[in-house]
């Protein structure tokens, strides 16, 4: 049972332009949000994070906002730039799985110039 | 610059055969995981470890085996491969249980076909 989603398996941004990628989750005891980049022939490489008891956190161009209400939560990317293109995937931890990560099934990113 | 490694990259090999995916970090990380991902999906976890001599099964069924020995070294091993095996298997290592501070680094990944 998939417990966290990534409904948009696409998007594509024109650079400069802000990118919004979506994840919704269904379990409410995850313990910690990520989002991680993925190049081809590449492991995920790690993005930006957020605590279950904080709505917002930001780092340079990345920013995550939590709604735990709606179990949601968002990765802004502003100014979008043609080397975000990439996969991005939502990741949720849990503590009683000893933290192990709960991964979406990604969205290809395509920053067009 | 995350220091692990996961040999071999790809891996083509015949129904039948025994194979050991490796996965070695030189960052002393006592925490590892091995994840399972078919094309366009999610990352499945199916086993991970909180140190030496310690593994545990993930959410995935798999008929993989791990074992931990050393705190470098994670193997995944099949016993008898099966074109149903055929998958992306990422490895990955955190110093301590993955939260907000802490994040998981992950290996390039072994591409395994199984023909």
């Known amino acids: 049972d998939q417990q966290v989603k990534q409904n948009s398996p696409s998007l594509s941004v024109q650079e400069g332009r802000i990118s919004i990628l979506n994840c919704d989750y269904t379990n409410s005891m995850f313990d910690y949000f990520l989002w991680y980049k993925k190049y081809p022939a590449e492991g995920p490489t790690f993005l930006i994070s957020i605590s279950s008891i904080k709505d917002k956190n930001e780092d340079g161009r990345f920013t995550v906002f939590l709604n735990k209400s709606a179990k949601h939560l968002s990765l802004h990317i502003v100014p979008s730039q043609p080397g975000d293109s990439a996969v991005y995937f939502c990741?949720?931890?849990?503590?009683?799985?000893?933290?192990?990560?709960?991964f979406g099934k990604g969205t290809s990113l395509l920053v067009t110039p | 610059e995350a220091d692990i490694y996961q040999t071999p990259r790809y891996l083509v090999i015949g129904t039948g055969k025994k194979i050991t995916l490796e996965c070695s970090q030189t960052m002393g990380h006592d925490k590892m995981y091995w994840y399972q991902q078919d094309p366009g999906m999610e990352l499945h976890l199916i086993h991970y470890?909180?140190?030496?001599?310690?593994?545990e099964k993930g959410d995935l069924s798999s008929e993989s085996t791990v074992s931990r020995i050393r705190t470098e070294h994670f193997p995944l091993t099949l016993e008898s491969a099966r074109p149903s095996h055929t998958s992306q298997y990422l490895c990955a290592s955190s110093e301590y249980f993955v939260t907000e501070n802490t994040e998981a680094f992950f290996g390039q990944g072994t591409r395994l076909t199984v023909v």
């Open positions: 470890s909180y140190g030496v001599n310690s593994t």
């Open positions: 990741a949720a931890s849990l503590s009683n799985s000893g933290y192990a990560l709960n």
